[in-house]
């Protein structure tokens, strides 16, 4: 007898839902994740790396139809030996170069990488510093206002001494702030040798070193601070540090300081108010993008709609209120303070007293402290979710930047399409040259003569990769010299169109008489794209016999 079974009238079980985190529940995650100890530090870590990692694709494609920067070149031939100065600077760039391509090539893209991990660790090192003087949720909107701001993204494309400041500078304020609260002599030898560390990287460093010495002698409790041993060992850690460079500067007979008088002194006081003017609106103008988008995150918090149709003016008021806040060390708050305003107003001041040419690219390194400064203001109020939009706005226009950066890359070289300064085909150069010298020598090409912006690309495209040697400078980078241009023989590599060209060509016709004297064009197609034609004079000199 057969039997048939009748379904069960009970409900029938659910499908188990594929799990899905919810937008309150993420948002919850990364607050806390931002402000728990053991979990904040790895997220700005990741955050850091993450941000590395979107920016050098970005960057690889921005200047896919350019060469590298010639401070990134320079920097790549310094790290080939490890010396204790360079002619123009402080070895500490060139150290971290030649560390950084020990493993990773001569590449394009491993220079942006380069670039993007010195602002990832500057960044982490900012979040260090902002933890001394603000609670955790602070320091996190601290840290993605910085991603934000363009000298940590469009700006930091090139590695040289200026973006190195990004990481010894935070580092130099954090031991400071360090030795400030702990005023031990072990806080005194890491503050010490956090300077010695700055000065390596640029003497532009003592404006910092500068506004904190002046820092600790304003601050209300700066008794406590200075009858401690912490300032006293930290000046003496930083001269003992800084004896094997100063022996090498003597050495050099301070090179480094003629190579300043000489390029950035200026007689013409109406360029030098120009040029303070203009340093001072472009820095401003890259400061307002990380605080406007700042504010828009403090807006845009839990019933902003309706207080937009309600009450608008609110919307701004109530991220402000009065009393004690917590959140905020108001002591440390008073240093960064003081230092920000110091750095910010003290260069310029000095440009226009002492005549100096001020680059826009000095403020590279100088206005780090600006949203800690503002964050840390005790009647400012951060909501949790303030800390959600920040990092959504970062994210968004991150991956709206990547998605077209080869749209932006390609409307660029079409507007500039004949600036040869940025698209000017010298690796395509370097690689012709060294084939020539192969063809003529059978060797090695051993050393490249010419100025700076012509020859550094050809040492870090070149397969031989020659050392620089720039005759008409008084700063030899000690990479090579005149007596290895004589032994080894040499390509002199000039534009035609520079006005040094007939010093130039006196000292190669004194050096190397019998060089053979050739002119040489080239042309750099991408994506099927022609860049501009450049012509250059070459000069190749055979090796002594």
Not at 127 to 151: N, Q, S
Not at 281 to 305: E, G, T, Y
Not at 358 to 367: A, C, E, P, V, Y
Request: proline share 6%; charged share 15%.
């Amino acid at each position: 007898m057969s039997t048939t079974s009748i379904p069960s009238s009970k409900t029938p079980a659910k499908t188990p839902a594929k799990s899905r985190v919810s937008y309150d529940r993420f948002r919850a995650w990364l607050v806390a994740s931002a402000t728990r100890p053991r979990a904040r530090l790895w997220l700005v870590i990741q955050f850091a790396i993450l941000h590395a990692v979107i920016w050098t694709l970005i960057l690889i494609n921005l200047k896919a139809a350019q060469d590298v920067h010639m401070d990134v070149a320079e920097a790549w031939g310094w790290g080939q030996k490890f010396l204790w100065g360079y002619g123009k600077h402080p070895p500490l760039s060139g150290w971290v170069a030649g560390v950084w391509f020990k493993v990773f090539p001569a590449a394009d893209w491993a220079t942006y990488a380069l670039a993007m991990a010195t602002v990832g660790v500057g960044m982490v090192i900012c979040w260090l510093v902002a933890l001394r003087v603000v609670d955790a949720r602070r320091a996190f909107l601290v840290v993605v206002m910085i991603a934000l701001y363009p000298i940590f993204n469009f700006k930091g494309f090139k590695y040289n001494p200026d973006l190195l400041q990004l990481v010894t500078l935070p580092l130099l304020v954090l031991a400071y702030l360090n030795a400030f609260e702990k005023r031990s002599w072990q806080s005194g030898i890491w503050f010490g040798l956090a300077g010695a560390l700055a000065l390596m990287t640029k003497y532009w460093v003592l404006t910092m070193i500068g506004a904190i010495g002046l820092a600790a002698l304003i601050h209300p409790e700066r008794v406590k601070f200075l009858v401690s041993p912490a300032p006293w060992v930290a000046i003496a850690t930083m001269v003992v540090a800084m004896i094997p460079h100063i022996v090498w500067l003597a050495d050099a007979h301070f090179v480094p300081l003629t190579y300043a008088g000489d390029t950035y002194s200026l007689e013409d006081a109406g360029l030098v108010h120009q040029l303070v003017a203009g340093y001072a609106l472009h820095n401003f103008a890259l400061l307002a993008l990380p605080v406007a988008l700042a504010a828009l995150a403090m807006a845009l918090v839990p019933h902003w709609l309706t207080l937009l149709m309600r009450a608008p003016s609110r919307i701004v008021t109530r991220a402000w209120g009065r009393g004690a806040n917590p959140g905020v060390n108001v002591s440390q708050a008073l240093n960064v303070w003081i230092i920000q305003i110091i750095v910010a107003v003290g260069p310029p001041l000095g440009a226009l007293a002492f005549s100096i040419y001020m680059k826009t690219d000095w403020g590279i390194s100088l206005f780090f402290l600006v949203p800690l400064a503002l964050v840390a203001i005790p009647a400012l109020r951060v909501q949790s979710a303030v800390l959600f939009n920040i990092a959504a706005i970062w994210l968004v226009l991150s991956a709206a930047t990547l998605a077209a950066s080869p749209w932006i890359a390609t409307r660029e070289m079409a507007a500039n399409s004949g600036n040869t300064s940025t698209y000017g085909a010298r690796s395509e150069l370097a690689r012709e040259l060294t084939q020539a010298w192969h063809a003529r020598f059978a060797s090695r090409w051993a050393v490249v003569a010419g100025t700076m912006e012509s020859i550094q690309p050809i040492v870090f495209y070149s397969p031989d990769h020659p050392a620089a040697l720039m005759p008409l400078e008084a700063w030899d980078s000690g990479l090579t010299s005149r007596e290895d241009a004589r032994t080894y023989g040499f390509i002199g590599v000039f534009d035609p169109t520079d006005g040094r060209l007939p010093a130039f060509e006196k000292w190669v016709s004194e050096t190397a008489p019998n060089a053979e004297r050739i002119v040489m064009t080239t042309r750099r197609f991408t994506h099927g794209k022609a860049g501009p034609s450049m012509s250059w004079n070459v000069y190749i000199a055979p090796p002594a016999k």
